[in-house]
């Protein structure tokens, strides 16, 4: 069973890549518009590209002169700068569609490579925009730390960079002239950590949100298993009550009309008769209620999973629970409810796991539960306190854990464990 929520969030997380392509679409609009609406008489070419396209065009074009214009080599840095541009961008969308494109497993060091090359890509176009995408990216994706780094990084090389196109743009600037530009081009710059605050926020936002959503499924699934573990000892309580007054009494009431045939054998009463033959069948009535009873203390366990799966808005949960788990006794649900809402839990704050799969079967009178994702992984990981209290609660009722399972799955991780459904001894 995929949840609702799963649904509704696999699509979300297809809408936000497609968004940030938008954006960035419009960023490559917004960069390309200016030069493409100046011309090539009129745009300023004063970034990396523009100086190597001037660098290139000089080898190609002759010079200016008082019998040539110089035209042809202005036309032809133009096009080279307009070439590299869109080449540029180009790579750097597809970059980034690469990194967030979800379902793709990429590994931590092909992350970084790919980050890296965007930041040397948005360095070489000297764009405000595309070092705001990549600011925003960067707070994101990545934890706070690494994200500070990158963007202290990312601020610095371009100051660098607005230094060097400054210095190297031939323009006849005084160090009064050169000093505020840069210092007008740094100011701009201080935009990026405003992007990546944004992002950050919004990124903790969704965070808590997540958070919130697991409590309250958490809460509804041990609410309803609380509700039918109450419903259950409230009809063991009447059965034994049934059992232990009415029953008691029922039984006293025949030996005393039994006595009183005997008693009045010389004259038989018929509706002394009646009497025995309708409280032998109102016993026998009230015992059959008494075992219906006691055997109806199941509770559901299946509700209480699905509950719990369908209020996880990510990952995508898909849920399995096969027919015969509803036989158990409420200790045991408790214990099976508790290691899947712990493996939840593990997998929505550690495993960046886009799917959850869990499957519970029965194999005799042992449930064996199978609950994988396919996130980061942790072979190498220390057992934490999560893992140890679920394998002291799977000890306390006869059950066993398995990390890591036999899955030959290259990323992700697994649990398997199993429980009696009678318990340890019930």
Not at 75 to 83: G, H
Request: glycine letters at 8%; hydrophobic letters at 50%; a neutral charge.
């Amino acid at each position: 069973m995929t949840t609702d929520a799963g649904r509704r969030t696999h699509l979300a997380r297809h809408r936000y890549p497609a968004a940030a392509l938008v954006a960035c679409l419009f960023f490559a609009f917004m960069e390309l518009a200016g030069p493409w609406a100046a011309g090539p008489a009129q745009a300023e070419l004063n970034s990396p590209v523009g100086r190597l396209a001037y660098q290139l065009a000089s080898h190609f074009t002759p010079a200016a002169s008082p019998l040539r214009a110089g035209t042809d080599r202005q036309e032809l840095a133009y096009r080279l700068f307009m070439t590299g541009e869109v080449l540029l961008i180009t790579a750097w969308i597809g970059l980034l569609w690469w990194r967030i494109r979800p379902g793709l497993r990429r590994s931590e060091a092909l992350n970084t490579g790919l980050l890296a090359a965007q930041v040397a890509l948005v360095l070489v176009l000297d764009s405000l925009a595309f070092n705001f995408a990549v600011a925003t990216e960067i707070a994101a994706l990545l934890s706070l730390r690494r994200a500070l780094a990158w963007m202290a990084a990312l601020f610095l090389l371009g100051v660098g960079v607005d230094a060097w196109v400054l210095a190297a743009a031939h323009l006849r600037l005084s160090d009064g002239m050169f000093w505020s530009l840069l210092g007008v081009l740094t100011l701009e710059r201080c935009m990026l950590p405003m992007g990546g605050a944004l992002a950050w926020l919004v990124r903790q936002e969704q965070k808590t949100r997540t958070g919130l959503a697991a409590a309250n499924a958490q809460l509804r699934a041990t609410q309803s298993l609380l509700a039918d573990t109450v419903r259950s000892s409230e009809r063991l309580r009447i059965a034994r009550d049934l059992h232990d007054a009415v029953g008691h009494h029922l039984t006293a009431l025949k030996l005393h009309l039994d006595l009183a045939a005997l008693e009045s054998a010389h004259q038989p009463s018929p509706a002394l008769d009646t009497s025995k033959e309708l409280a032998q069948s109102l016993l026998a009535e009230v015992r059959s209620v008494v075992s219906a009873q006691r055997q109806d203390t199941k509770v559901s366990l299946q509700r209480a999973l699905e509950l719990l799966a369908a209020g996880i808005p990510y990952p995508t949960i898909r849920l399995n629970v096969a027919s015969g788990i509803e036989a158990c006794s409420p200790a045991v649900a408790h214990t099976l409810l508790s290691c899947v809402q712990e493996a939840i839990t593990n997998a929505v704050r550690h495993a960046s796991a886009s799917l959850l799969t869990i499957d519970i079967q029965r194999e005799g009178d042992v449930a064996l539960a199978y609950i994988a994702d396919d996130g980061r992984g942790a072979a190498d990981a220390p057992e934490g306190n999560g893992l140890r209290g679920m394998r002291e609660r799977l000890a306390a009722q006869g059950g066993r854990l398995d990390i890591g399972g036999n899955s030959a799955a290259s990323h992700g991780f697994t649990l398997e464990f199993s429980l009696p459904l009678d318990g340890a001894g019930e």
